[in-house]
């Protein structure tokens, strides 16, 4: 994609969260072809001898500088991870080809796709399994030094990319990778904020299936405005989840049970209790409505349906005694349930 070069004035701002072994990959990448990445480290700030440092980080910020300048210099936006150069402006061409897509699910496919015909070194597919949805890598050739960077920045690619199309979070359910947890490991946890697994037959991001079907939400404008800086996609968090609400509500309606709580819900959620109040105001909603609203409806339907006794119905709709069912009820009723049931 089309980027301008970052702004080198402030790179050190911000914490030190990126693996070093990334940015050592690039510089494989430049030695292959007999180039010297000195001038790219400089750009990023980052002193050479740091590459051999197991335990160095880098800011977001120098992250960016140094692919934006190796992309630059090599003429390789996939900075030589696959068995050919990707020239300048090639995932800017795929992220246009997807743009027209009606829906999230359309847009993924037809990247992955498109992916195949400029680089047959991976294999990228999108697969669902119920309510779970697998952007999934297969290395058709052997990456060798390059297999962790060409990992992490395809599917950090594709992911922000498809958070930007539909404007919201895609939260990660897990992620894996086919090579042995590198000593950097705890980096993860900040690359792709979910649990993941190393040492799997293949690279996978997962996320709930919901997302598929939303409708793409930006437009040629947008795209334009996006091209002129596309690297931080990759490192941008999204705030707004336009399925949280649904999420939670399918939560609490398929597990009232083991949903008790925003601890409870928000660990279900890969996220911590805090965030998820403050995404669900976002979204103008609170987790107590949404409780009331499904433990209601659920409520109505078994006591209206069928002949279950009363201390049963308020056990399936997730209270743990009676009597605390029998006063949210008629809180929500003005009815007792037995009156309900009669009405």
Same mark, same amino acid.
């Given at each position: 994609?089309?980027?301008?070069?970052?702004?080198?004035?402030?790179?050190?701002?911000?914490?030190?969260?990126?693996?070093?072994?990334?940015?050592?990959?690039?510089?494989?990448?430049?030695?292959? &072809?007999g180039?010297?990445?000195?001038g790219?480290?400089?750009?990023?700030?980052?002193?050479?001898?740091?590459?051999?440092d197991?335990?160095?980080r880098?800011?977001? +910020?120098?992250?960016?500088?140094?692919?934006?300048?190796?992309?630059?210099?090599?003429?390789d936006?996939?900075?030589? *991870?696959? =068995?050919?150069?990707?020239?300048?402006?090639?995932?800017?061409?795929l +992220?246009?080809a @997807?743009?027209?897509?009606p829906?999230?699910?359309?847009?993924?496919? &037809?990247? *992955?796709?498109?992916?195949?015909?400029?680089?047959?070194?991976?294999?990228?597919?999108?697969?669902?399994?119920?309510?779970?949805?697998?952007?999934v890598?297969?290395?058709?050739?052997?990456?060798?030094?390059?297999? =962790?960077? @060409?990992a992490?920045?395809?599917? &950090?690619?594709?992911?922000?990319?498809a958070?930007?199309?539909?404007? @919201?979070?895609?939260?990660?359910?897990?992620?894996?990778?086919p090579?042995?947890?590198?000593?950097?490991?705890?980096?993860?946890?900040?690359?792709?904020d +979910?649990?993941?697994?190393?040492?799997?037959?293949?690279?996978?991001?997962?996320?709930?299936?919901?997302?598929?079907?939303?409708?793409?939400?930006?437009?040629?404008?947008a795209?334009?405005?996006?091209?002129?800086?596309?690297?931080?996609?990759?490192?941008?968090?999204? /705030? &707004?989840?336009?399925?949280?609400?649904?999420?939670?509500?399918?939560?609490?309606?398929?597990?009232?049970?083991?949903?008790?709580?925003?601890?409870?819900?928000?660990?279900r959620?890969?996220?911590?209790?805090r965030?998820?109040h /403050?995404?669900?105001k976002? =979204?103008?909603?609170?987790?107590q409505?949404? !409780?009331?609203?499904?433990? /209601?409806?659920?409520? @109505?339907?078994?006591?209206? /349906?069928?002949?279950?006794?009363?201390?049963?119905? +308020?056990?399936?709709?997730?209270?743990?005694?009676? !009597?605390?069912?029998?006063?949210?009820?008629?809180?929500?009723?003005?009815?007792?349930?037995?009156?309900?049931?009669?009405?």
């Amino acid at each position: 994609m089309a980027n301008a070069l970052p702004d080198t004035a402030d790179l050190h701002t911000g914490p030190a969260l990126t693996p070093m072994a990334l940015v050592k990959a690039m510089a494989l990448a430049y030695r292959a &072809r007999g180039m010297d990445p000195s001038g790219a480290l400089a750009q990023a700030q980052i002193p050479p001898a740091r590459l051999n440092d197991p335990r160095a980080r880098i800011t977001a +910020a120098q992250m960016e500088a140094v692919s934006y300048a190796a992309m630059r210099e090599l003429d390789d936006e996939a900075l030589g *991870c696959f =068995e050919r150069a990707l020239p300048w402006g090639s995932y800017g061409l795929l +992220a246009r080809a @997807s743009l027209s897509a009606p829906t999230l699910g359309v847009a993924l496919k &037809r990247w *992955c796709r498109h992916h195949g015909l400029l680089a047959q070194a991976i294999a990228l597919s999108v697969e669902v399994a119920g309510e779970r949805a697998e952007i999934v890598l297969r290395q058709v050739r052997d990456p060798g030094p390059m297999a =962790e960077l @060409s990992a992490v920045s395809v599917l &950090r690619n594709i992911h922000g990319l498809a958070a930007w199309f539909i404007d @919201s979070r895609i939260p990660l359910l897990d992620a894996r990778f086919p090579y042995a947890a590198p000593p950097h490991v705890a980096a993860y946890a900040v690359l792709f904020d +979910a649990p993941s697994r190393f040492g799997a037959p293949e690279a996978a991001i997962a996320f709930d299936a919901q997302y598929l079907a939303l409708p793409l939400r930006r437009d040629e404008a947008a795209m334009r405005q996006l091209l002129q800086r596309a690297l931080p996609l990759t490192v941008r968090s999204y /705030r &707004r989840d336009r399925l949280l609400v649904q999420r939670v509500r399918d939560l609490l309606a398929n597990q009232p049970l083991a949903a008790h709580n925003a601890d409870d819900i928000a660990a279900r959620l890969h996220t911590s209790a805090r965030t998820l109040h /403050r995404q669900l105001k976002e =979204e103008g909603a609170s987790l107590q409505a949404l !409780k009331d609203a499904v433990r /209601r409806e659920r409520a @109505s339907q078994l006591l209206l /349906r069928t002949n279950r006794p009363i201390k049963q119905v +308020a056990e399936a709709v997730g209270f743990r005694n009676e !009597k605390s069912f029998i006063r949210a009820f008629r809180a929500w009723t003005g009815h007792s349930p037995g009156d309900w049931r009669q009405r």
